[in-house]
């Protein structure tokens, strides 16, 4: 624990609370990486990987699937994705950098720095083909599956909440909202707006609503299932007592016989 990591071997994992409302009915696991100097962390990251019913990859859109991002091949477990979901997060910031000039309409902003960013999402994950990596490695073809990504902006997304609660905003959201009113025709500060802007609870409804449906599915079969081998089970454990009953009956017919 701490920047020399002198209890390491020995920390298994720490648990932080905070009291954010906005964090409400969450809970947030930040593992070590597959990347980590110290082997037994990356395991540790792999064991968890394979548990998830959906992995997030989520990459900054301004920089979107770069170098980096896409030496994930090298690191991740060939078995460790069921299903994936690609995220380019910091939308907002990547419709900044769009190169129209003066005031422009937010939902031609919005389709065009969407379709460049698939594009190249689309672009880098051709190039891992290349030399067969995709048959190297099955994780990155269902990463590919899970084109084309989403984006969101978690600041539209706080900003959103905040309006809703009544809350202030802080000076990144401040000057975040202000310069997309500057840049953007179209830019509301409606809780509506920024929550459809933001793309999260939209994510959730879509994503989160299929897997947690597939999973009741998987449990209620599983628990059908179990059900059918307790009850073979417990049918062959009454044939055998009733087989070990007329044994015993048997031999205490003879046993009196002979006396």
């Known amino acids: 624990v701490g920047a020399k990591g002198e209890y390491t071997p020995f920390v298994k994992y720490i648990e932080l609370g905070i009291a954010n409302p906005l964090l409400e009915g969450l809970e947030i696991i930040d593992t070590p990486g597959l990347g980590d100097p110290i082997v037994s962390r990356s395991e540790k990251t792999k064991e968890f990987l394979m548990k998830c019913d959906l992995v997030f990859l989520l990459s900054t859109s301004s920089q979107f699937l770069n170098e980096d991002d896409i030496r994930m091949k090298n690191t991740l477990p060939a078995n460790s994705i069921q299903t994936a979901l690609l995220v380019g997060s910091k939308f907002d910031l990547a419709m900044l950098d769009d190169s129209a000039r003066g005031r422009t309409p937010l939902a031609a902003v919005y389709k065009r720095t969407r379709r460049k960013l698939e594009a190249a999402a689309r672009e880098n994950l051709a190039a891992l083909s290349r030399g067969g990596a995709a048959e190297e490695n099955p994780a990155i073809e269902r990463i590919r599956a899970a084109l ?12 959103a909440k905040k309006y809703e609660k009544k809350m202030p905003l802080d000076k990144e959201e401040e000057h975040a909202l202000q310069q997309m009113e500057q840049r953007f025709e179209g830019m509301q500060r409606t809780p509506e707006f920024l929550s459809g802007l ?4 939209k994510i959730r409804q879509e994503e989160f609503d299929k ?3 597939a999973k009741q599915a998987t449990i209620a079969e599983r628990g059908e299932n179990f059900v059918k081998t307790q009850r073979i089970a417990f049918l062959k454990s009454l044939d055998e007592m009733q087989a070990e009953a007329s044994r015993r009956m048997q031999i205490l017919e003879t046993e009196d016989a002979d006396i």
Request: hydrophobic share 40%; proline share 11%.
């Open 198 to 201: 933001a793309n999260i609870e």
């Open 148 to 159: 084309p990504p989403k984006f969101i902006s978690s600041i539209c997304y706080s900003a």
């Open 211 to 213: 897997i947690h449906a």
